[in-house]
């Protein structure tokens, strides 16, 4: 298992990111969170599957349709085991 802290910047508020994210995460069968920041961006934790981790990485880096991704940083950091499933957290 892997886990990675993602922050993406772009036109990715108000465009569906974090419902779409969710649907993304679980379609790979993933687990963590989604969350608007004050600054604009969209940060996630997400943990898993090296493959599938990778490929939820890949899917943020294009987001849902009417999002505009101009740049991500996707960081190593430790599992947390507590967590079972994705979901969306209120904005921080």
């Not at 943020?60 to 960081?75: E, F, I, K, Q, T």
């Amino acid at each position: 298992m892997i886990a990675r802290r993602i922050v993406v910047h772009g036109r990715v508020q108000g465009v569906g990111f974090r419902d779409a994210a969710v649907q993304a995460a679980y379609t790979l069968d993933v687990a963590g969170w989604v969350r608007n920041r004050r600054d604009g961006s969209v940060e996630a934790f997400v943990q898993g599957d090296a493959a599938a981790v990778e490929r939820f990485v890949e899917w943020c880096r294009r987001g849902p349709p009417l999002a505009r991704v101009s740049d991500l940083s996707a960081s190593d950091v430790d599992a947390d085991s507590a967590l079972r499933d994705f979901s969306s957290r209120p904005s921080a």
